[in-house]
């Protein structure tokens, strides 16, 4: 069955857009059911008009505190009704009562290997920390901040004088592969989230999900 994706999105969008580029080639068996945004500037809004998709901003200004935003919003993504909802950058902290009702259908891309550098500058985190690798995780989403279990990981090299433009860069290379391949194994249904634990083909307290040098899961 192809799998309906719901896209939540702050920025410009760059993992829409590999969603929506790897859907016409027909390498990731989805369709994405709309977009949704914070933010009314933000370039994913445009790639989904762009796209013929619906695109919906939901401002935190127009709702009394963020219950009620998170409500308004998920009320608008429950009328897709999509199977996943995918957090591709993201900005906002989502609360525990949007959240715990679609655990095991959320996840987010985060640019670090969780469990270290939850939050924001992640960039800046590694570089400060002085670790000699980096990279981005896929994870199911919960109400601790990026804190929910780990489903995938790709990692990169810190180099030596690297700056946060380059680590990002180098990250980012490797986020949008990430994503895809972890949409492709939920889509699949290899991996799904039972009792608070990641399930990969059955089995229970794998490591995460290492997305190789040539792009599939070892």
């Known amino acids: 069955m192809t799998l309906r994706i ?10 829409l857009q590999a969603i ?21 500037d933000a370039g994913a809004l ?33 009328a897709a009704a999509p199977d996943l909802i995918v957090c591709a950058g993201y900005m906002r902290l989502i609360c525990a009562e949007a959240v715990e009702p679609r655990q095991g259908r959320m996840i987010n891309i985060h640019p670090s290997l969780l469990p270290a550098f939850k939050g924001l500058h992640t960039h800046r985190q590694a570089l400060e920390a002085g670790v000699d690798e980096h990279g981005a995780s896929v994870h199911f989403v919960t109400a601790d901040l990026d804190g929910g279990p780990v489903i995938a990981q790709a990692r990169v090299p810190v180099r030596a004088g690297d700056d946060e433009t380059a680590l990002a860069q180098r ?5 949008h592969p990430l994503l895809l391949e972890t949409l492709r194994w939920i ?8 009792a608070g634990t990641v399930r990969v083909d059955g089995r229970t307290g794998a490591a ?11």
């Open 6 to 15: 719901a896209v939540l999105a702050s920025g410009r969008g760059s993992n």
């Open 20 to 40: 929506l580029d790897a859907v016409a080639a027909g390498t990731l068996d989805a369709m994405v059911a709309g977009v949704w945004s914070d933010r009314g």
């Open 46 to 78: 445009f790639r989904a008009r762009d796209a013929g998709l619906p695109a919906q901003l939901v401002r935190p200004r127009d709702h009394a505190d963020r219950r009620a935003h998170d409500a308004a919003l998920f009320a608008s993504i429950d």
């Open 171 to 175: 990250v980012l290379a490797r986020e």
């Open 187 to 194: 889509a699949a249904g290899r991996v799904r989230l039972e």
């Open 208 to 218: 995460p999900l290492q997305l190789a040098a040539n792009q599939r899961f070892a």
